[in-house]
Structure formats: structure tokens, C-alpha cells
């Protein structure tokens, strides 16, 4: 990935952000991770609002990695958010969820993201997709 690029990635679990944590660092992705647990808190890093208001300490992110299924905010609420928002839906979201819905895929696409990916259940198979993450934004151009 461009190394330019921050990444805001919205998850709730300890152990995703962990494994995602992990798998940046085993595949040398160097990008500032930026972690925050709901929706409610990814449009407040977005905005520069309440705990995020500094934004030397929220920069606006180049991608957004979402967890679906979060409290408080859900990402399909998030993703909707966004994409109507003109200051930020140029930004690109990739859905990293355990959700195989149909119909949450079918919807996020409608949204306007940018691929979504299962989370394998192992690690080993998650390193790789973050691998291949990796190699796709890093030929991608970003706005």
C-alpha cells in the first residue's frame, strides 16, 4: 500500500484489530493505522468532532477498512453515511466483515465500496488476504 496512505479501520473486536495489526506488520505494511471500535466514533474521526477534534491526531484517511456488524453504529449505516456526505464519500471503503450475507454484500456494493472481504477464519488465510489487500492498493490509484 502507499505508504502516504492512512488507514482508518473501524472495528469492534480486540481480536480482529489485533489480527489485522498483525498481518500489517508481517506483510511490512507501514501505513498509519488509525483504530476506532463503531460507527459513531469512524464519523467523529471523519469529522474532526469530540475526541477527534485535533486533526493532527485524526488525519483524514486515504482508505477505510469496515467491520459490519459493530454496536452503537453498524458499517452499512457508516458506509451509507459516507457516500452522501460530499466531504468524504470520495473517500474508498473496503468491508472486512465476517459476514458472507448476501445481502450485505449486495447492499455495500450499492453504497459505493471500493471490494469486500470475507475475514478468513484462520490467521494464516487472513495474513494472505491482507496480502492481497496490500498488492491491490498499492497498484490502485487513491483520490
Do not use: C
Request: glycine share 6%; aromatic share 8%; net charge negative.
Amino acid at each position: 500500500m502507499r505508504e502516504r496512505a492512512t488507514i482508518l479501520l473501524a472495528e469492534d473486536d480486540p481480536v480482529d484489530v489485533m489480527a489485522v495489526q498483525r498481518a500489517f506488520k508481517q506483510n511490512r505494511i507501514t501505513n498509519s493505522l488509525y483504530v476506532v471500535g463503531d460507527g459513531e466514533e469512524a464519523l467523529a474521526f471523519l469529522r474532526h468532532e469530540g475526541d477527534f477534534s485535533d486533526p493532527a491526531s485524526s488525519p483524514r484517511p486515504g482508505l477505510i477498512l469496515l467491520d459490519l456488524k459493530m454496536p452503537r453504529m453498524g458499517g452499512l449505516e457508516l458506509l451509507q453515511i459516507v457516500k452522501s456526505d460530499p466531504d468524504l464519500r470520495d473517500i474508498p471503503i473496503v468491508v472486512l466483515t465476517t459476514s458472507a450475507e448476501e445481502s450485505d454484500i449486495e447492499t455495500s456494493f450499492q453504497n459505493g465500496v471500493a471490494g469486500y472481504i470475507v475475514k478468513p477464519v484462520t490467521f494464516e488465510k487472513f495474513a494472505e488476504a491482507i496480502t492481497i489487500f496490500d498488492l491491490y492498493w498499492t497498484l490502485s490509484e487513491l483520490p
